[in-house]
């Protein structure tokens, strides 16, 4: 299905203004429900009073990148965490503190996909890391009774597995040739500036995700 595209102003972003004929989705913080301050206050809670020094939504050191990219071990991750961390802590409260970000995938939305995948060709592009990964799938197949969250979409790629993560312009590029896709002819939603940026930069129609915003409105505004 062909769709119309009607800009939404972002002040510094020129956008493309041609016929959308498929989507990529970001995941956490579009799709899934995310809190990054939970993360934060967990860590605090375990003693890691300087956490926010290493990680923020918007920022973060190379040891996440890396983890997000598959390039270090969950254990090694784990160890890295240790550093900001006063006292021994097990790998199963690390891991919960990491995971206190992730929130609930609405039910309505996961419908609503099967119906936008009718109509569309829709893709998934996500930073994400292996401990993650095992934790919303287990959420999903407990919440939903989805065992593959990939079958929602034509094709999903986690960053963890392709070794590619956004913003790089690789990351996109990956996406658009495994999938034979026109750069212009193709629209990323994210809720991250700097995603969008690169997007736009590998050629695609982007759009950020305000906070004030759901995914199925903006859907909505460039099809007929």
Same mark, same amino acid.
């Given at each position: 299905?062909?769709?119309?595209?009607?800009?939404?102003?972002?002040?510094?972003?020129?956008?493309?203004?041609?016929m959308v004929k498929?989507?990529?989705?970001?995941?956490?913080?579009? =799709?899934?429900?995310?809190?990054?301050?939970?993360?934060?206050?967990?860590?605090?809670?375990?003693?890691?009073?300087?956490?926010?020094?290493?990680?923020?939504?918007?920022?973060?050191?190379?040891?996440?990148?890396?983890?997000?990219?598959?390039?270090?071990?969950?254990?090694?991750?784990?160890?890295?965490?240790?550093?900001?961390?006063?006292?021994p802590v097990s790998d199963a409260?690390?891991?919960?503190?990491?995971?206190?970000?992730?929130?609930?995938?609405?039910?309505?939305? =996961?419908?609503? =996909?099967?119906?936008?995948?009718?109509?569309?060709?829709?893709?998934?592009?996500?930073?994400?890391?292996?401990?993650?990964?095992?934790?919303?799938?287990?959420?999903?197949?407990?919440?939903?009774?989805?065992?593959?969250?990939?079958?929602?979409?034509?094709?999903?790629?986690?960053?963890?597995?392709?070794?590619?993560?956004?913003?790089?312009?690789?990351?996109?590029?990956?996406?658009?040739?495994?999938?034979?896709?026109?750069?212009?002819?193709?629209?990323?939603?994210?809720?991250?500036?700097?995603?969008?940026?690169?997007?736009?930069?590998?050629?695609?129609?982007?759009?950020?995700?305000?906070?004030?915003?759901?995914?199925?409105?903006?859907?909505?505004?460039?099809?007929?």
């Amino acid at each position: 299905m062909r769709c119309k595209w009607n800009a939404l102003a972002i002040p510094g972003y020129v956008y493309f203004r041609a016929m959308v004929k498929q989507i990529i989705f970001d995941l956490g913080g579009v =799709l899934i429900n995310l809190d990054f301050k939970a993360t934060s206050d967990a860590f605090k809670r375990l003693g890691a009073g300087n956490f926010d020094a290493a990680y923020t939504q918007l920022k973060q050191s190379d040891v996440f990148d890396r983890l997000d990219r598959g390039e270090i071990s969950d254990e090694d991750f784990r160890n890295y965490l240790r550093e900001f961390i006063p006292q021994p802590v097990s790998d199963a409260s690390l891991d919960a503190a990491w995971n206190g970000m992730i929130l609930d995938f609405p039910s309505e939305r =996961l419908q609503w =996909l099967l119906e936008l995948k009718q109509r569309m060709p829709i893709y998934l592009l996500s930073n994400t890391n292996h401990i993650h990964v095992r934790y919303f799938s287990a959420y999903l197949k407990e919440a939903h009774g989805i065992n593959d969250l990939k079958t929602y979409f034509n094709r999903a790629y986690y960053s963890c597995e392709i070794g590619l993560r956004k913003p790089d312009v690789a990351a996109f590029e990956f996406v658009l040739r495994e999938n034979n896709l026109v750069p212009h002819e193709t629209l990323f939603i994210d809720d991250t500036h700097h995603h969008v940026a690169g997007a736009l930069q590998a050629g695609l129609q982007a759009t950020l995700l305000e906070k004030n915003q759901r995914v199925e409105d903006i859907v909505q505004q460039i099809m007929y």
